[in-house]
C-alpha cells in the first residue's frame, strides 16, 4: 500500500523560507505527488505538484528527489497567510486502478 | 470561495440513519470527488466520478454509495450509521478526470451521528 510520511509540525518565522519534507517511499513510475494546503475551517486547497522535476509556481516550488522516494515542498518567504495543515499526496493511476493516499498533514505555524 | 457548493453544512443524525450530502461542482467541471476528514483517519479519499461514470474507488464502505447525475452534481449516501462516521465529508471537482488535475473542494459537511 502506498505511504505517505510528514512530520507533524513546523515553525517559521515570517517573511524567511520553509522547507516541509515529506517521505513517498512506495512511489513508482507514472505516480504524482501533489500537496494541498488546509487553513483552520476551510477545505484544502491545491499548492503544486509534481512528478519527476522539480517545479516553481507563484505559490510555492516543489523539489522532488533523484529516487523520487521524498520530496520537500518550499514556500521562499513565510507569511502569516501561509499558516496552515500542508498534505502530501501520493496519487498512483494504472493498470486499472488508481488511489490518492494523503499524508498525516504538517501544521505549520509562523512567527510574527 | 472555490465555485464548489455543498449542502447541508452541518448535518445531525442518529445511528442506523442514512443521509444524503450534495455536491455541485464548478462550472464546466467534469469530475466530483468525495472525501472524509476524521481526527483519526486523517483525509481519505472516498470515490470519484467523471462525467456520471463511476471512474475510481478509494476506502469507500459498502454502506456508501454516490452518484453523479446528468446536470454533473453528485450525491453521497451513508446508510446504517455508525458513530464512527461523524466527520467532515468534502467534495472536490476537477476540469477532466485523469491523474494530475487541480482540484477545488467544497466548504464540506460536517456530520454528527449521535
Known amino acids: 500500500d502506498a505511504k505517505t510520511t510528514q512530520p507533524n509540525s513546523m515553525e517559521s518565522n515570517e517573511e524567511e523560507p520553509v522547507h516541509l519534507p515529506c517521505n513517498h517511499s512506495?512511489?513508482?513510475?507514472?505516480?504524482?505527488i501533489h500537496w494541498y494546503r488546509q487553513l483552520p475551517s476551510q477545505g484544502p486547497e491545491y499548492v503544486i505538484h509534481g512528478l519527476t522535476s522539480n517545479v516553481n509556481n507563484r505559490m510555492a516550488s516543489l523539489a522532488i528527489a533523484e529516487d523520487r522516494k521524498s520530496s520537500t515542498l518550499i514556500l521562499h518567504r513565510a507569511t502569516l497567510r501561509d499558516a496552515a495543515v500542508y498534505y502530501c499526496?501520493?496519487?498512483?493511476?494504472?493498470?486499472?486502478?488508481?488511489?490518492?493516499?494523503f499524508g498525516k498533514g504538517t501544521k505549520l505555524s509562523v512567527i510574527p | 470561495d472555490s465555485g464548489v457548493t455543498q449542502t447541508p453544512k452541518h448535518l445531525i443524525t442518529a445511528t442506523g440513519q442514512r443521509v444524503t450530502l450534495r455536491c455541485s461542482p464548478r462550472s464546466g467541471d467534469l469530475s466530483v470527488y468525495w472525501y472524509q476528514q476524521s481526527l483519526d483517519q486523517g483525509l481519505q479519499f472516498l470515490i470519484q466520478y467523471y462525467n456520471g461514470e463511476e471512474r475510481a474507488k478509494g476506502n469507500i464502505l459498502e454502506r456508501f454509495s454516490a452518484q453523479q447525475f446528468p446536470d454533473l452534481h453528485s450525491e453521497l449516501n451513508l446508510s446504517s450509521l455508525e458513530l464512527g462516521d461523524s466527520a467532515l465529508y468534502f467534495c472536490?471537482?476537477?476540469?477532466?478526470?485523469?491523474?494530475?488535475?487541480?482540484?477545488?473542494f467544497g466548504p464540506g459537511t460536517r456530520l454528527t451521528v449521535l
Open positions: 472536490a471537482s476537477s476540469e477532466a478526470g485523469g491523474p494530475y488535475n487541480e482540484q477545488f
Open positions: 512506495t512511489i513508482s513510475g507514472t505516480d504524482y
Open positions: 499526496i501520493h496519487e498512483y493511476s494504472g493498470a486499472g486502478s488508481y488511489q490518492l493516499t
